[in-house]
């Protein structure tokens, strides 16, 4: 089944830098990638969504970056905010039929002031 | 969002006894889904619906059944509560686009946090 994976636990960065957070799937089916943000004692919120047909895809401060080719997509924030502290999921699956997406483990992004 | 509402938020029980949790929607999606949320794992399907009456197992479905009588709730049960199942259990529902079908991001509530003593 799918597997879909961030390589990094935890990323510490300075307010202002930008943040890069990684992520991987296996199975090469999946058309749709979501980016999630989770702050403590809520449920995830969407942040921005991908669908295999686009490379890059822009919202307000964020970024996200799809290489079908190795089955790796990235999370990019500008300006990053303390407000931004958060653990960050990836959720891939399929948009057709019904729709069970595989989510991975979780970066926690910590903004220091 | 999808206006989902969770509860109990915080329970806290003892092995062996029943506990059911509940999760209410205002919003008329069709799907809804039951994960659990534990350190080291991402988001684990439990079960999930596609309409009323309409379910199916998720990855770790073991020990746990639901029910869905009406589209807006989606009722998870623990017929016999273990210490494994100690967790954070999340509801979330999927909207599809009116015109294509295609499913959109899930919206999800905030949680149940439910210890088992």
């Known amino acids: 089944g799918e597997s879909v994976g961030l390589h990094l636990p935890t990323l510490s960065v300075q307010e202002g830098d930008n943040s890069i957070i990684n992520c991987a799937y296996s199975n090469s089916a999946s058309d749709y990638f979501i980016w999630y943000k989770q702050e403590s004692g809520k449920g995830p919120q969407f942040i921005i969504d991908i669908r295999s047909n686009m490379d890059k895809r822009q919202g307000q401060r964020v970024t996200v970056l799809l290489n079908k080719t190795v089955k790796h997509l990235s999370l990019q924030i500008a300006a990053t905010q303390p407000g931004d502290s958060a653990v960050y999921f990836c959720a891939g699956g399929s948009s057709g039929g019904s729709y069970i997406p595989t989510f991975g483990r979780g970066t926690s992004l910590i903004v220091h002031p | 969002d999808a206006g989902i509402t969770q509860s109990p938020r915080h329970k806290v029980t003892e092995t062996g006894t029943p506990v059911t949790l509940r999760c209410h929607q205002t919003e008329n999606h069709r799907y809804m889904y039951w994960y659990r949320q534990d350190p080291g794992h991402g988001l684990r399907l439990i079960h999930y619906?596609?309409?009323?009456?309409?379910?199916d197992k998720g990855e770790v479905s073991d020990g746990y059944s639901v029910s869905r009588s009406k589209t807006e709730d989606f009722l998870l049960t623990l017929e016999s509560a273990t210490s494994s199942q100690t967790s954070v259990y999340f509801c979330?529902?999927?909207?599809?686009?009116?015109?294509?079908?295609?499913?959109?991001?899930?919206?999800f509530g905030d949680g149940t946090r439910l210890s088992i003593l």
């Open positions: 979330a529902t999927n909207p599809r686009d009116r015109g294509t079908g295609i499913h959109q991001p899930q919206h």
């Open positions: 619906s596609y309409g009323v009456k309409d379910t």
